[in-house]
């Protein structure tokens, strides 16, 4: 497995990366003020922008929605939504494996 990050010329958008972008804002759009749970996996502050402030910004929005990250030493959560919140502090292949 390898990370895809804007880093070098590996980074995959392409047609196929458009394609399900799309089809993760129609499920997104689709499930607007429903019960959700948005599970972030070892995102890091690198680039927030891309899953961990949008998750942070539709929890907020949204008082059925539930955000859960497991984060080796950045698993915290803004105020607002601590409430609603699960954050693991811990290393995910231990935690898996256990």
């Known amino acids: 497995m390898t990370m895809n990050l804007r880093v070098d010329d590996t980074f995959v958008q392409d047609e196929g ?4 972008n799309e089809r993760y804002a129609d499920f997104v759009c689709g499930h607007k003020g429903q019960q959700i749970l948005f599970l972030e996996l ?3 502050m ?4 891309i899953i961990k402030y949008p998750f942070w910004r539709m929890t907020r929005q949204n008082p059925k929605a539930v955000y859960a990250c497991v984060n ?3 698993a915290r959560v803004p105020g607002e939504i601590m409430d609603r919140s699960i954050c693991i502090d ?7 494996k256990n």
Do not use: F, M, Q, S
């Open 17 to 20: 990366w458009y394609r399900a």
């Open 46 to 49: 690198n680039t927030p922008v």
């Open 72 to 74: 080796l030493g950045e």
């Open 42 to 44: 070892g995102v890091g």
């Open 90 to 96: 811990g290393d995910i292949g231990t935690l898996l």
